[in-house]
């Protein structure tokens, strides 16, 4: 059974950056047929996908159009976890946000990380 | 770009009634489309994929129907540990969710 871990801060400042971490257990990051991903929520923009990373012989990463911008996803194979960071962040981005496994769907979620972006 | 929007936006229903969730795409998505369940401080969980087919592990009582843009998430028979928020989510696309639909207590 697959367990993701999420670490990271709470509280971010608006103009820096948002990094977050996601431990797997169960799985590796390196797998073949799976994709790591991050996820957000927050009352004004609903669930918002935003990017996942995966390997196929070599690593992608997809990103979502609305942060594409200022989003970075990495694998990190020694660890087998992932990141997440967003630069530039804004009161906007502030969310629940959650890792999750998942190629098309998420099928297994991590507990989820408030992160409010505030001075 | 697809708009996914659910209906109703809330749902009353009481313990033991059948529920009837909606989930329409602005365009075809095929059958690339999931349903998830979300409780109070919980991430959400994966209930359905594919349209019809049910995750590991869920329970009969939730059925999925449709194709094209147009979804149904049925829940025939209300447990008590069902009351909670559902979502759809397109899959042909780039993942996008729709505002979900808040099933509760009659």
């Known amino acids: 059974q697959v367990q993701l871990q999420q670490s990271g801060p709470g509280l971010v400042k608006p103009s820096q950056t948002l990094s977050l971490t996601c431990a797997i257990s169960g799985d590796s990051v390196s797998s073949n047929s799976a994709a790591w991903n991050w996820i957000r929520q927050s009352p004004s923009r609903g669930l918002e996908w935003l990017g996942r990373?995966?390997?196929?012989?070599?690593?992608?990463?997809d990103y979502a159009v609305s942060v594409k911008s200022r989003i970075t996803i990495n694998p990190d194979t020694s660890k087998n976890q992932f990141s997440l960071q967003l630069n530039s962040v804004t009161p906007e981005d502030t969310a629940v946000y959650y890792c999750?496994?998942?190629?098309?769907?998420?099928?297994?979620w991590g507990q989820g990380t408030l992160v409010t972006v505030s001075s | 770009e697809i708009v996914m929007t659910q209906s109703p936006a809330t749902l009353s229903v009481s313990p033991g009634e059948r529920a009837t969730l909606s989930c329409r795409a602005s365009?075809?998505?095929?059958?690339?489309l999931a349903w998830y369940q979300q409780k109070p401080g919980q991430a959400p969980r994966l209930l359905i994929y594919?349209?019809?087919t049910r995750a590991t592990g869920i329970p009969a009582r939730f059925s999925g129907s449709g194709s094209g843009t147009e979804f149904t998430l049925t829940i025939s028979s209300l447990q008590s540990e069902d009351f909670a928020v559902y979502y759809c989510?397109?899959?042909?696309?780039?993942?996008?969710f729709g505002g979900g639909t808040k099933v509760e207590i009659k």
């Open positions: 999750a496994r998942g190629v098309e769907m998420a099928t297994s």
């Open positions: 989510q397109q899959y042909n696309n780039w993942p996008l």
């Open positions: 365009q075809s998505v095929s059958s690339n």
């Open positions: 990373t995966y390997y196929r012989s070599k690593w992608y990463n």
């Open positions: 594919g349209a019809s």
